[in-house]
């Protein structure tokens, strides 16, 4: 009898119990996302405008910014959340984690790290005028407030608010599937301040002192309503590619540009901030 049972057991095939989806390799380690978003994070030629007002204030711009630990984990958190959900639904076409690293989060911490430049850290502790703020506190009205068009996996936005907590952030996606996949990465890392517009640019009545742009379609529909939330204090990032700067002057006549800043580790791609007025 025994026998038989253990015969029947064998020729049963052997069932996992999770789906594969959830078979995917360890988070990667913080140091190595450190070591891979140092050229990022690292000035590479004079400082910007930006930075001369941050050493001003008490911050060298010949300092490289450092994350801090809670930071890197986070990260190493979204990495985890994003490939997970990538094998569903397609949020990136870049598969490699460290290319991801890279190419995603160093491009929008790089950005970051012009944008809020007194948000830098030298010491892997974040600065107590940054700090995150408490859960289910709405921001104070000095409180710059950050859009950021198309998010898709939530690049740049999500990096820029874990280099910048103390920001409030507005991610608009049209995709509900990818407004899912946002709240999801929102919910993992804590985030606060951080609202889902799971609509279209067109529709959203806000504006904000930074708005961001970055990997749409239609590119040419997209900047122009990008343009439209910016306060006229404010600033438009673009990150693209050295080809659609031309583009990006002719679709924002109202607005005056900074020079180009070359992307590290990337031959074409570049960030261009400009403001309102001409």
Do not use: C
Request: charge should be positive; glycine fraction near 6%; avoid cysteine.
């Amino acid at each position: 009898m025994i026998t038989s049972i253990l015969q029947n057991y064998r020729r049963r095939p052997l069932v996992n119990p999770q789906p594969a989806i959830y078979n995917l390799p360890g988070r990667m380690d913080p140091a190595r996302i450190a070591e891979l978003l140092e050229p990022f994070l690292t000035p590479s030629g004079p400082s910007t405008a930006l930075e001369d007002l941050s050493f001003r204030a008490g911050f060298s711009p010949e300092e490289s910014a450092v994350l801090a630990p809670s930071q890197l984990r986070q990260i190493s958190t979204y990495l985890d959340i994003l490939l997970r959900w990538n094998a569903r639904i397609n949020l990136t076409a870049v598969r490699q984690p460290d290319q991801i690293v890279t190419r995603h989060f160093g491009e929008s911490l790089f950005a970051a790290r012009h944008l809020f430049p007194s948000a830098r850290t030298t010491r892997g502790q974040l600065p107590s005028a940054v700090q995150a703020e408490p859960n289910n506190q709405r921001p104070a009205a000095n409180v710059p407030h950050v859009i950021d068009v198309g998010s898709g996996a939530g690049f740049p936005g999500l990096p820029i608010k874990i280099y910048a907590p103390h920001i409030q952030l507005t991610l608009i996606e049209s995709n509900q599937k990818k407004a899912a996949f946002l709240r999801e990465v929102i919910r993992g890392l804590t985030l606060t301040n951080v609202d889902v517009f799971a609509s279209r640019a067109e529709r959203l009545t806000a504006q904000a002192d930074v708005v961001t742009l970055r990997a749409v379609e239609r590119f040419d529909a997209a900047l122009p309503v990008a343009a439209r939330l910016v306060i006229p204090s404010g600033r438009l990032a673009l990150l693209i590619g050295q080809a659609q700067i031309g583009r990006a002057l002719k679709l924002t006549s109202g607005f005056r540009w900074s020079d180009p800043l070359a992307i590290p580790l990337s031959s074409s791609r570049v960030l261009l901030i400009g403001s309102p007025g001409n």
